[in-house]
């Protein structure tokens, strides 16, 4: 048990850090997240500027969001809990994994998709260029804003409540209220996504998701340091 508790521990902190390195670094090469609510000629326009690199970026953010599934069910699943709280764990497990699922399916289409797009939109027909702002326009709508940042985000707040009330009730109180606080965050930072459905201003809910994904940065960090604790 130490064993699996120490190399879990290093694994969530590891997450934890990793997830916020292709972050930092579309912040600056892509504007990211900033960019995604401008219009749609110009994300393709510096989409295609950004190259190969860009483009390795966002996978490797895919891949990091993906690392989530195996992850989850780790950090939710013991026998202990499978004993006495098997609800809850299993719901943790569920959530985290569909969560990362869902935020990869979100973020991958800036791999497969978004390239021929950009060339299209940069190309020199201008039929061509306005039917791939069309098309960005309806993919980014369903499979980031919908998929990857709505459901993705609310996954993600389901999984980080569900596995702060095991932590509560193993008596880790400090480390549990900060994940219900994440939780909480996340959740409200969906409202951004119908906001901007129904023609709103939604940069109110916006910093709930910035803020969220902090708070999980550093209760992911608290997380993984209990396991070593524990080992």
Do not use: C, K
């Not at 979100?106 to 201008?126: E, I, K, N, Q, Y």
């Amino acid at each position: 048990m130490s064993a699996r508790s120490r190399w879990l521990g290093l694994a969530t902190i590891a997450l934890a850090v990793s997830f916020n390195v292709p972050y930092a670094v579309l912040a600056s090469i892509f504007d990211y997240p900033a960019i995604l609510r401008e219009p749609a000629g110009e994300v393709l326009s510096r989409f295609a500027a950004g190259g190969t690199g860009l483009l390795l970026t966002w996978y490797a953010f895919a891949l990091t969001a993906l690392a989530l599934v195996p992850l989850a069910a780790g950090l939710a699943i013991t026998p202990v809990r499978l004993a006495d709280r098997p609800a809850l764990a299993i719901g943790a497990a569920l959530a985290g994994a569909l969560a990362g699922l869902t935020q990869a399916i979100g973020l991958v289409r800036w791999v497969f998709v978004m390239p021929d797009l950009s060339r299209a939109a940069t190309g020199a027909d201008p039929a061509a260029a306005e039917a791939a702002i069309g098309t960005f326009t309806l993919i980014n709508a369903y499979g980031g804003i919908a998929v990857g940042e709505h459901l993705g985000q609310l996954l993600t707040a389901l999984f980080a409540g569900l596995l702060a009330l095991l932590q509560q009730g193993e008596g880790h109180h400090a480390t549990a209220a900060f994940g219900l606080a994440t939780a909480a965050l996340l959740t409200f930072g969906t409202g951004e996504g119908l906001m901007l459905a129904a023609g709103q201003d939604g940069s109110l809910f916006a910093v709930g998701t910035i803020t969220g994904f902090l708070a999980l940065t550093v209760w992911l960090i608290a997380t993984g340091t209990l396991l070593l604790r524990r080992a």
